[in-house]
Nanobody, 122 residues
Framework: QEQLVESGGGLVQPGGSLRLSCVAS????????MAWYRQVAGKERELVAV???????EYLDSVKGRFTISRDDAKSTLYLQMNNLKPEDTAVYYC????????????????WGQGTQVTVSA
């Protein structure tokens, strides 16, 4: 059974840093294009960062230069280093991915993990 477990969230002051982790199980992680998403209550889940199988990365414009996505295929783990956090980064963060490419829409995902809450506040 495929499973994703996110961790590393918390309460941090503006300008602070957090490192999120996502441990995958029940899947061939090395064949997955992986991504971080975030969702604020009442709003749609948005794509924050993507890391492809060749290591290429893409970011939401508002996090470019502050967030870094990375992966360790040997540990089946995805990371998101978040620096210079802003209050608008407050959200529940989720990881997910697809085999060789991301699904076309969020509805195409079969499941989601529980997410990890990030709160940026003074």
């Amino acid at each position: 059974q495929e499973q994703l477990v996110e961790s590393g969230g918390g309460l941090v002051q503006p300008g602070g840093s957090l490192r999120l982790s996502c441990v995958a199980s029940g899947m061939t992680f090395s064949t997955k294009v992986m991504a971080w998403y975030r969702q604020v209550a009442g709003k749609e889940r948005e794509l924050v960062a993507v890391i492809r199988l060749n290591g290429l990365t893409e970011y939401l414009d508002s996090v470019k230069g502050r967030f870094t996505i990375s992966r360790d295929d040997a540990k089946s783990t995805l990371y998101l280093q978040m620096n210079n956090l802003k209050p608008e980064d407050t959200a529940v963060y989720y990881c997910n991915g697809g085999t060789y490419r991301l699904p076309h829409t969020l509805d195409d995902y079969d499941f989601w993990g529980q997410g990890t809450q990030v709160t940026v506040s003074a």
